[in-house]
Structures are given as C-alpha cells and as structure tokens.
C-alpha cells in the first residue's frame, strides 16, 4: 500500500506545542578535526526546510505551501534541543529551490539562523533538488542545472568561499551524481534511500546500505571498476530495522520504512515505544554490526515541518523525544560521533579509494514491534559483486533461506527519465513482490551463483 509522507503524518500523533527560545551555546569543537572511519561509530542529522512538500521544478509545486509551519521560532527550538542532546554535535542543513530563495521574513530569518549555526556549531548548509526524488520529475539536465543553480546560491548566502560538504537528494541517478563529482567538486550525496519502495513519492530499492561509490549505469549499484566508477560517495538517509525493512510499503501492522526515522517511530508508535525501536536499530550497527565492520553507522532526517503538527495528546512531543533520544545514544555508546553527513561520507572516502575492499556484514534480531518480527533473525552481506539477505526463525532453530541476492554485476539500467521506480531488482528482492521473490535456500541457487557467493564467503556455501 503506497502512502504519501505527509497523509501518514496527519494520521498519527504529531508534534510540538509552543515553547520559548533556548540560548544555544557555543560549541568547542565547530571547527573539529576530520574524523577516522574505523573504530568509531557515527550518527549523522540531516533537516530539510522547504517550501511544498514536493517541488517538482523551478515552477512546478506540488502540494500545499508550508509557509505557515516553518517558522524561526520552531527552528531555534528545534537545534537548541538537538544541542541539549548532543552538546557540540554538527548537523546538515539542506533548503529546497524555493527555500533558498523565498522572500518570506520568515524563511529569511531560517537561512540566517542556519547559517549562525554553521558558524557556531560546525553545522554543514546544502541543498535538496526536487524535495526529494527530484528524478521523478525532471530530465538530468535540468537536475544538473538545479544543482549547478542552488549549490552557488548556498556558497553565497553563507559567504566566505563556503562549499556544501555533501548534497541531500532522497535518491540521485547516476549522472547527477557524476555530476557532482566533476562539475561541482562535491564528493559525498545522500543519493539512495535503502528500502525505499511503495511508500512515500518514489521507489529504489536495491543499493548497499552503508557508503560505496555508484557506478555510471545506475545510483543503486556500486562501481565495478575504473570505467565505471563515480567519485561520489552514495550515503542512505534513513537507517531502518532490517526486519521491518524486508516489507512492502506499510499498513495498519507494519511500516517497512521503520528505524531511526521520527515518522514511523516517535510519531507512529509514542514516544516510549519509538524510543526502544530507535535504540534497537542503533544497536544493530553500533553493537553487533561495530564487531563486525570495525564502525557503525547510522542515519535520519526530521525535516523541520514535523515540529509545527498539531495534536499529540497526553504524547511526548518530539522536541522532548529528540534531546532524550540524543541523550541515550550518547549514553548508551560514549565514543560515539555526531557529525555532519560530509564528514561521515569524507572520512569513508578517505578509507576507501574504491569498492574493491567492500565488505559488509550485519545480522539483526527483531525488536518486535510493528512488523520487526522477534522470532527472526536477518543476516545481510554486502560487497561490490552483490547483496545476500539470509532470514530463518531463531527461536525454532530454523534453517536460513535467501530472501535477496542483488548482483551487481549484471548489466543495470536506470528509468530514462520521470519514473516512480528506479529501483535495481534482478535474481531476488526482499520485498517480494515479483513471481520470483521467494525465500529459497542456498543449494538451491546455480553453480554460478554459489561459486560468486563462496568467493565472498565461503563459509556459507
């Protein structure tokens, strides 16, 4: 079942009641040392401020203006709090076209505060085409030019020779992301939203959910060698609960887009409930897939419009969710970094000149709630050749079954232009859709196909 973003949100509790302004103090670490990928563990904060939910083109918005619940106001509470959470943490920013340009007194005072914040805290200032999926709706030139456009305005309304450390974009095709790289000296984009399919405006499931580097034929697959290679590093931009994730859209008893998202936690399930399910997907990264990666990762966005909602009776409000929740990572895992999403996507950069040493390895037991069954266990490799999902129930002691194998190095092609799907789907999806899509076990795939997997891992074969 396909839900709009906005339609889920005015059906489940929402947030903040009016409340006065909190002094932000200033940070000693704004202009903080790059940070080393391994040993470490990461969370990165993304905000999007926009003016339609959806703005399909410099002239065509789709939706309702959101004028009225952006507010300077909301925005100061809203990193005063996220400050209150995570003394000295640095967050991303990122204005839509008719953000960074709106006339507005308020969305002025916005991009100047925003721009206070960057030089009191560290925070990085970007841009967002489209308001996420910006391919949906406009050829790649036009999306280059946006960026071309919008990355400049950025530069100056912040002044200083100021360049965005990375790009916000939902999912970006495979020449956007070139583009970035080459044109526009950018080396790091929120370009995939792992899972991401029949919820919200666009579907594109099928990449690695922590960073590689895209291949020229499609955003979703990694880069199989030099000819094919894009100096972009593709981020996700929501961690969700591989359980949870392994669905199709969502409905009354799941939500397939569960994790570390404030929609389908805070807001959706209350905030004591949220906050187990947050901390449960944390701990999938920064505890079993830290033991496993030698660093943990993860990642969300709360676009400022969520902090102007009405109702939330006898609820938390999410200006109260977000210091605690904060809070309790920081607790929970003191060595831990907040840091912008370029400097995330940089400092794996750094550590990586190409995919040749990718291997990713995560296992996850289910939380329990909402659709992230307890009874199961997910276990995900990921490596440049493919994607291997291996499911079973472990509290029967269960066989485990392959519920995805992605190969990436079949031939991959992206939606021309202006399609809902882009998702990169060939021998077996998780989400189950198709006629194939169903759980099998290992011997049951091809020679070949054993033979890659017990390339990567011969254990399994």
Same mark, same amino acid.
Do not use: Y
């Given at each position: 079942m396909r839900?709009?973003?906005?339609q889920f949100m005015q059906h489940t509790l929402a947030a903040v009641a009016a409340a006065g302004l909190s002094r932000l103090a200033p940070a000693e670490d704004a202009r903080a040392k790059p940070v080393p990928l391994y040993d470490n563990r990461f969370l990165t904060f993304n905000t999007v401020i926009r003016v339609n939910q959806i703005e399909a083109g410099r002239d065509q918005l789709i939706g309702s203006d959101e004028g009225s619940i952006h507010s300077p106001e909301t925005a100061r509470q809203f990193r005063a709090a996220f400050e209150r959470g995570w003394p000295g943490g640095r967050m991303t920013w990122a204005f839509s076209w008719w953000a960074l340009q709106d006339k507005r007194d308020n969305y002025k005072a916005i991009r100047d505060f925003a721009v206070e914040c960057h030089h009191k805290f560290g925070d990085d200032i970007t841009f967002i085409p489209g308001g996420y999926f910006a391919n949906m709706y406009n050829t790649r030139e036009q999306v280059n030019a946006d960026l071309h456009d919008a990355l400049a305005m950025v530069s100056e309304m912040v002044g200083g020779g100021f360049r965005p450390q990375s790009v916000v974009a939902g999912y970006l095709a495979a020449d956007n992301l070139r583009h970035l790289a080459e044109k526009e000296g950018i080396h790091v984009c929120q370009g995939n939203i792992w899972s991401q399919y029949a919820v919200d405006n666009g579907d594109g499931d099928g990449s690695i959910c922590y960073p590689y580097y895209p291949s020229r034929e499609h955003f979703c697959k990694p880069a199989q060698g030099e000819g094919d290679f894009i100096d972009c590093v593709n981020l996700d931009g929501w961690t969700c609960d591989f359980l949870a994730a392994r669905r199709s859209g969502c409905t009354s008893t799941y939500n397939s887009r569960m994790g570390m998202g404030p929609?389908?936690?805070?807001?959706?399930?209350?905030?004591? @409930?949220?906050?187990?399910?947050?901390? /449960?997907?944390? $701990? *999938?990264?920064?505890?079993a897939g830290f033991d496993l990666n030698k660093f943990g990762a993860v990642t969300t966005c709360w676009e400022l419009s969520l902090f102007d909602l009405d109702g939330g009776k006898d609820k938390k409000t999410l200006?109260?969710?977000?210091?605690?929740?904060?809070?309790?990572t920081r607790t929970?895992?003191?060595?831990?970094?907040?840091? @912008?999403?370029?400097?995330?996507?940089? /400092?794996?950069? $750094? *550590?990586h000149k190409d995919n040749t040493g990718l291997d990713y390895?995560?296992?996850?037991?289910?939380?329990?709630?909402?659709?992230?069954?307890?009874?199961?266990e997910i276990r995900w490799f990921m490596n440049r050749d493919f994607r291997l999902a291996l499911l079973r129930d472990w509290k029967v002691n269960g066989p485990e079954k392959a519920i995805d194998f992605t190969r990436y190095g079949l031939k991959a092609e992206e939606p021309r232009d202006k399609s809902r799907n882009w998702s990169l789907m060939n021998r077996l999806n998780?989400?189950?859709?198709?006629?194939?899509?169903?759980?099998?076990?290992?011997?049951?795939?091809?020679d070949e196909e054993r033979s890659l997997i017990k390339t990567h891992y011969p254990e399994l074969v």
């Open positions: 839900q709009n973003r906005r929609i389908e936690t805070f807001m959706r399930l209350g905030a004591d @409930t949220g906050m187990k399910e947050v901390l /449960a997907t944390t $701990a *999938a990264h920064f505890d200006l109260e969710c977000l210091p605690q929740w904060l809070e309790k929970r895992w003191p060595k831990s970094c907040c840091v @912008t999403q370029g400097e995330f996507g940089n /400092a794996w950069r $750094a *550590a390895r995560f296992v996850q037991r289910g939380s329990g709630i909402f659709g992230s069954d307890e009874n199961l998780q989400k189950g859709i198709r006629p194939q899509d169903k759980p099998v076990g290992l011997k049951e795939f091809n």
